[in-house]
């Protein structure tokens, strides 16, 4: 287990660890290493602003935040995002951690892929979002520095992710489709099935039960 990379301390608390031992059980290789590079992003993100925020926090939303991609947190009916709140939630209330920062986590974890909400959000909800969106999207990719970017990637490889991400998201979500109404996972579902055709915003508008 690495103690630090690119100049962020990786927790080792008891919760850190257990946190950890869940996503090396029921995720993958892509998933541990792109949620570990999540964190340190976000972290190094956080650093560089001087805001506060709670390290171990941000380390366990990382940890957690596409746990419902797997089959063991994948409900039949939830967006994957909230299954994976729902179970850090579960996870926190067995150590006695304050609500509130059980709150925090859950919507880091749930807003992770809602921009224009989640970047406005406390501290440990906004670097999660970055942290996801330079991993997956490269944004902020060149305000971020060269020699920290690397020694992430280095301790965290991606190992072709580009190719390998799209395809696990819809291993993720493919059996209920309709939770990507409105948000921006339903480009993989069109991307795997362009036929596809979820609700739209008007026609629910139009279509409504109101007479006038």
Known sequence: MLQEVA???IPDSRLAK??????????NGL????????????AVNGKKA?????????????????????KKY????????????????SFLQQYQIPD?????????????T?????????????????GVGLDVMGDGFEQFPDDLREAIIKAFPRNNFKKEIIPAFYEGFKHKPETTFGNMKEDVIKHFRPEYKNKNFCHCILHSPWSE
């Open 7 to 9: 100049g962020i301390k």
């Open 18 to 27: 257990d946190a950890a031992d869940i996503l090396r059980e029921h995720g």
């Open 31 to 42: 998933l541990w290493n792109h949620s570990n590079r999540v964190f340190l992003f976000g």
């Open 50 to 70: 001087k805001q506060n925020y709670d390290l171990e926090l941000l380390y366990v939303s990382a940890l957690f935040h596409d746990l419902g991609l797997t």
């Open 74 to 89: 994948s409900s039949p009916d939830l967006r994957f995002e909230v299954d994976g709140a729902n179970a850090a939630r």
């Open 100 to 112: 509130e920062s059980i709150r925090l986590v859950w919507d880091a974890i749930a807003l992770h």
């Open 114 to 130: 809602t921009p224009g909400i989640a970047e406005h959000k406390e501290s440990e909800v906004a670097l999660l979002f970055s």
